[in-house]
């Protein structure tokens, strides 16, 4: 039994730790209240940004889905008479709500300036569609082939050059009145060319867009682009090129034609490789090279997918073999060159040719005794229209109008029968009852 001095000392013991835990407990409940509240913060905020993110997620998928379902450019080359061997057709001639672009080609860049070769009446021509369709943007495309001394190769070369060649094509846009302009360079840095035109290239598009964004009325600025992969990768900066244009016209053609390093058939612009396609010849095909220029860095909707209207023709060397990559000793007779244009194809179609859809590459050939010939149709048009809009592409590229059946000889009711279909299934805003012009 403790003495009342060991109660009295216990009891100061226990009153000692008794204050020393109650003052000891007020932090400690502070900091479990904070910890705790943290916790619950942490919580909501982890929720939050869970809901943010997949609020993100969702808001990019609807941008992207909104992207398949609205109306996308159709842009369509109309060249000058002697740019090719097509029929004559006028700017006057052209329906004027058919495309949402129409650049007309060609220009060329002579003494570091633009050179329109004398072909004003056919763009002033073009500019008064203008007072049919207000929306309908006209612009010009300079072109340059296969230069090395002249043309575009000198003109980027310095600043003070690309300068020159900037101001005479504003005083043109002034003076004609055009929307904008269309780059086709092909190509540059490519084979033996001066490697740094790949940089100059970039230079001159962004010397190019920052004089656009000055003026009152923005021009527009595009670019002819290459297919190839071997191409993109030696000629184009891709995101520098994706920061400056606001949409590149992909020539997505020309993948095959007679050749006499390559002497057998092969398909203009099939949509996807064939059964027979192996190596380098699976990359040559529409969707190949159009995804390979996104996965480069090319947004999907500044990418318009180029669409020909004309065919390749081959002579065979053997009738009875007549299908892809059967031998050929030279250009068919078919248009000039092995260059035939819709209605001249469909000509050789009328005149008991046989049609071949090619089910893998979604397009067509024909052939009749030595003659053989790849080219696109309605089917196959319609069903790269469609592809594109699917696809979240910025719209499609018609080359070109002249090469079209612009005057219905063969599809009596309907002008411009492939750009139509095509047309018909990118835009929102046309009558596709509207047939004729």
């Given at each position: ?276 396609d192996a190596g380098l010849f699976a990359t ?30 081959f002579k065979l060397q053997n009738v009875e ?117």
């Open positions: 039994m403790k003495s009342i001095e060991e109660r009295t000392h216990y009891a100061v013991i226990n009153q000692g730790g008794f204050d020393i835990c109650r003052n000891y407990t007020k932090p400690v409940i502070f900091v479990a209240l904070i910890f705790f509240a943290g916790i619950f913060l942490t919580a909501i905020l982890l929720r939050l940004n869970v809901q943010i993110l997949f609020a993100s997620s969702w808001l990019e998928n609807q941008k992207y889905l909104a992207s398949l379902s609205s109306s996308g450019k159709v842009v369509c080359y109309l060249t000058i008479p002697g740019n090719d061997t097509t029929a004559h057709l006028s700017a006057s001639s052209v329906d004027p709500n058919l495309c949402t672009h129409v650049i007309i080609g060609f220009a060329s860049v002579v003494n570091c300036t633009i050179n329109l070769g004398g072909n004003d009446k056919i763009y002033k021509d073009a500019i008064n569609l203008k007072s049919k369709n207000p929306q309908l943007k006209v612009m010009v495309s300079v072109a340059g082939m296969n230069e090395i001394s002249t043309g575009f190769p000198v003109m980027v070369r310095n600043h003070a050059n690309r300068k020159k060649f900037i101001r005479s094509v504003l005083a043109a846009a002034k003076s004609l009145r055009l929307d904008g302009l269309d780059i086709d360079w092909e190509f540059p840095a490519w084979l033996d060319a001066d490697a740094r035109q790949k940089i100059h290239f970039v230079q001159l598009l962004y010397e190019l867009k920052r004089a656009f964004t000055k003026r009152k009325d923005k021009l527009v600025l595009s670019a002819a682009v290459a297919a190839s992969e071997a191409m993109i990768d030696q000629c184009y900066n891709v995101p520098e090129i994706a920061e400056h244009v606001d949409f590149v016209n992909l020539m997505a053609y020309d993948y095959h034609f007679y050749a006499p390093e390559l002497p057998f058939t092969g398909l203009n612009a099939p949509l996807y490789r064939s059964g027979k040559m095909n529409v969707n190949y090279s159009a995804n390979y220029w996104v996965m480069k860095g090319m947004p999907r909707n500044k990418i318009v997918v180029g669409i020909p209207t004309y065919g390749h023709s073999n007549h299908g892809l990559q059967a031998p050929c000793s030279g250009y068919g007779l078919l248009g000039y060159s092995g260059f035939a244009s819709y209605p001249t194809i469909c000509g050789f179609l009328n005149n008991s040719a046989t049609r071949v859809f090619e089910n893998s590459s979604q397009v067509p050939y024909a052939y009749k005794d030595t003659e053989w010939i790849s080219y696109d149709d309605i089917v196959s048009v319609s069903t790269k229209a469609n592809w594109i809009r699917s696809s979240g592409f910025g719209g499609a590229m018609i080359f070109s109008l002249n090469a079209d059946d612009w005057n219905a000889t063969w599809h009596r009711d309907s002008t411009f029968p492939l750009t139509r279909a095509v047309a018909n299934i990118i835009r929102d805003d046309l009558n596709e009852t509207n047939h004729m012009y």
